[in-house]
């Protein structure tokens, strides 16, 4: 269900009857079109790390089985692809949880023979299997279903205006009411890639769901975890300020807000800039570059160019400008009041203080 704000929530008991699970399964396909840039970057998250996860050192998650091509310690081939073909069946031993990387190609557009994308082989007829297959039948049986990406949550660099494969988003693929078989919605973790933590940290609210300790992670109308993704970059960057006073940078060199060359972070979600990109360290305004709206459903094509001024910011720029050099001129003065020592300290043989009249005058 919605709520008023626009927070989804699947149930109201936070095991609601499904919790207690002792061993789930990650299956992870990034055979959506995509560059497996999300499955490494989440791989620099230490907040926890996928490791940690993996080797059960997170108190009261579920056993976690991880399956992605990237990172599995098998081969590859028959070996790998089992868990996956299980649970296409409906006979996983486990309960999974369904990662997707990469934007959905429309198979529905091809006529003949071809396909967009595939991840193993048809058994019987050794054809390709295509993503699109894959999602049509593990989507039934999947506990929860996670979107890594832009790509994969809207569409993204491949979905832009022109491309041949009309590519979308998996909600797009499976519908904005799809619901698992634990009964919540895809949860969406844009970002081109995705924040290391934000990926860790939403996995794990799913994983202590499973497990009966938590409530089912609160969504936005867009699906995305709205603990992360309810501020803007404006509200979280290190430039902020100097939108405030007028003060825009008229370079990428510059120090100050950078609106007037192309960043769009008054208007963009993402916490990029707040949390950093690895270890802290980083988020795009804070060293120098500008939001390009990565993390954003109408990404790239809402954004472009990407170097030119956005839409709306001359005039948002021209109507701050009167204000932020009043408010600069009125701070410049107190700067210089505060930035005196008082009269009081001294090298004298009175002790005086600023409680003594004598020195208030």
């Given amino acids: 269900m919605t709520t008023a704000s626009g927070t989804r929530h699947t149930s109201e008991d936070p095991a609601d009857g499904r919790g ?29 790390a996928i490791e940690d996860v993996v080797q059960g050192l997170i108190p009261g998650l579920p056993k976690i089985n991880l399956y992605n091509k990237v990172l599995s310690p098998t081969l590859g081939g028959e070996e790998f692809l089992a868990p996956f073909r299980a649970a296409a069946r409906g006979a996983s031993q486990n309960p999974f949880i369904l990662v997707i990387e990469g934007s959905i190609p429309n198979q529905n557009i091809i006529e003949g023979d071809g396909y967009w994308t595939s991840f193993g082989n048809d058994e019987d007829t050794g054809e390709p299997l295509t993503l699109n297959w894959w999602l049509d039948h593990l989507t039934p049986h999947a506990w929860a279903v996670m979107a890594v990406g832009t790509c994969a949550t809207y569409g993204g660099i491949h979905a832009m205006a022109g491309n041949p494969t009309g590519s979308m988003g998996l909600a797009d693929y499976l519908g904005w009411d799809y619901t698992s ?21 939403t996995l794990t609210w799913v994983l202590y769901h499973a497990a009966g300790a938590a409530p089912p992670p609160p969504l936005d109308d867009k699906l995305r975890p709205q603990w992360l993704f309810g501020k803007t970059v404006h509200e979280g960057c290190d430039r902020a300020a100097y939108y405030e006073q007028g003060d825009f940078a008229k370079d990428y060199n510059s120090p100050k807000c950078q609106v007037k060359v192309g960043c769009w972070g008054p208007v963009v979600n993402c916490n990029v800039p707040k ?6 360290i980083g988020g795009c305004p804070n060293v120098g570059g500008i939001c390009i709206g990565c993390t954003m459903p109408g990404f790239p094509d809402a954004f472009m160019p990407f170097m030119d001024e956005p839409t709306g910011g001359s005039l948002s720029a021209t109507l701050i400008r009167p204000y932020g050099a009043f408010i600069r001129r009125m701070r410049g003065i107190t700067n210089f009041a505060v930035n005196q020592e008082p009269k009081w300290r001294h090298n004298e043989p009175a002790l005086t203080s600023g409680y003594d009249p004598h020195w208030r005058a």
Avoid: H, K, Y
């Fill in 275 to 280: 949390r950093g990109w690895m270890a802290g």
């Fill in 20 to 48: 207690g699970i002792g061993e789930i399964d990650i299956l992870w396909i990034s055979e959506g079109m995509s560059c497996d840039g999300d499955t490494v970057s989440m791989t620099a998250a230490d907040q926890p």
């Fill in 181 to 201: 078989q634990a009964g919540l919605p895809i949860v969406n973790l844009p970002g081109c890639p995705i924040q290391p933590e934000n990926f860790m940290e």
